[in-house]
Each structure stands twice: as C-alpha cells, then as structure tokens.
C-alpha cells in the first residue's frame, strides 16, 4: 500500500457525460500527478499540481481539467467523455524538497470504461 | 485483474533464476531513473532509484544499471520468485517545458515459470 488513496476503483458512463475523479496524497505530499493508461499507449502523464498550483502539464485533453484544494486532495475533471476515454487513471504522490530525485507514489487506480 | 499492455515484450524465466529487464532511453540529459512494478488490477509500485551521477545501486535482490553512453537502464532480480511477475517500467526525469516530467517506458512483462 503506497499511502495515495483513489476512489472510485470503477466508473463506468456514457459517451458525452461527465465524471470526477478523486486523489488523496500520501500523508506530508505536496505534489500530486495524474496518468492516464491505455493498453496501447503506456502510462502517459496529464497534469501535476504542488500545494495547490499547477505545477506542470503533459498531454491532457482540454476536456479534461483537475485541481488541487487546500487539504492537498485532487480531483480530475473529465467531461464530453469519448469512448477512447476508457483507461486506468491513476494519481502519484511525491514529498516536498526532494531535490534531484522525484520518486513518485501510485494509488491503486480507477478503472473508467466509457460505452 | 486488468491486463495492461496486451503486446508488451515479455520475458519468461524460471523460478530461481536471474531476470535482467532491459530499458533504452530516449533523452541523454535525463539525471534521475526509477524502475516500477505494476501487478495486475494495481497501480505502479516503486523498486529501485539511480542518479545519473551513478552506473549502480542495488537493493533488496533487485540492481539497476545505468549506462549513459548507449542511453541504457537494466533491472536485474536475482533467485526470481513467482511474486515477482508483472509488468515492469523504466522511467527517466527530464526537464521538458519548464518542468520536470518523467517519462514512462512501454514496459516489459515478467512471467515466472514455477
């Protein structure tokens, strides 16, 4: 057990609709990460956020959004959902002031399957 | 559980023996690597770190090796064990678009024959 929680473990919607995902840290992470994997495609990072800012982008959709509150949780915004949606997402955490390292922490995952 | 990567190289060793994983990275001013394991239905599951600045660390039966000259990052397990199958990752950290990102690799699947 990493320490990030995900939830939900499963999603399953309809085309066009809207889903929030949800991220806790491990406890002490200022840092979370937010990938999206596809069985074609490997893990693919979309977005980081440290205490609350955006700290960098990768490939994420601009129907897909995320932010960070106060308590450092993060959720992950995905609306006008296509059927190439469907994949694992998954949020890692990392500690402050690593310095040259940046070893990131994974939950477990949500499943999303768009139909 | 989830089947991740259907068409990922995989390497099939017997229970015992040594597995060497191999990675070829893409970026020569990478300076961080990490090896993950990612069993089946879960999330990505650190192993082993190295700095640029190092060509080896090892850690509980598993060594990294890096080679900058070939861009080339090796995992190897020793006396492998049936709970070490699953899909095994290299990552790199680059400095892309004003940040740090790491860089996943496509993976390589570990089957243990008992």
């Known amino acids: 057990d990493s320490g990030v929680t995900q939830t939900p473990k499963h999603l399953i919607t309809a085309t066009g609709q809207r889903v929030t995902l949800r991220c806790s840290p491990r406890?002490?992470?200022?840092?979370v990460y937010w990938y999206q994997q596809s069985l074609d495609q490997g893990l693919q990072f979309l977005i980081q956020?440290?205490?609350?800012?955006?700290?960098a982008k990768g490939n994420i959709l601009e129907r897909f959004s995320a932010q960070q509150f106060p308590d450092l949780h993060s959720e992950l915004n995905l609306s006008s959902l296509e059927l190439g949606d469907s994949a694992l997402y998954f949020c890692?955490?990392?500690?402050?002031?690593?310095?040259?390292?940046?070893?990131?922490?994974f939950g477990p995952g949500t499943r999303l399957t768009v139909l | 559980g989830e089947s991740v990567g259907l068409h990922l190289p995989t390497l099939s060793v017997q229970e015992g023996d040594n597995s060497i994983i191999n990675c070829a990275y893409s970026?020569?001013?990478?300076?961080?690597f990490i090896w993950y394991k990612q069993e089946s239905g879960k999330g990505p599951q650190f192993i082993i770190d190295?700095?640029?600045?190092?060509d080896k660390r090892q850690g509980q039966r598993v060594t990294v090796l890096l080679n900058k000259t070939v861009k080339h990052l090796s995992l190897q397990i020793a006396a492998t064990q049936p709970g070490d199958s699953a899909v095994y990752f290299c990552?790199?950290?680059?400095?892309?678009?004003?940040?740090?990102?790491?860089?996943f690799g496509s993976g390589t699947r570990l089957l243990v024959r008992p």
């Open positions: 890692a955490s990392s500690p402050p002031g690593q310095g040259t390292t940046d070893t990131q922490y």
């Open positions: 956020y440290y205490n609350g800012e955006e700290r």
């Open positions: 970026n020569s001013a990478s300076d961080y």
């Open positions: 190295i700095r640029s600045n190092m």
């Open positions: 406890s002490g992470d200022l840092s």
């Open positions: 990552a790199e950290r680059v400095w892309r678009d004003s940040s740090y990102k790491l860089i």
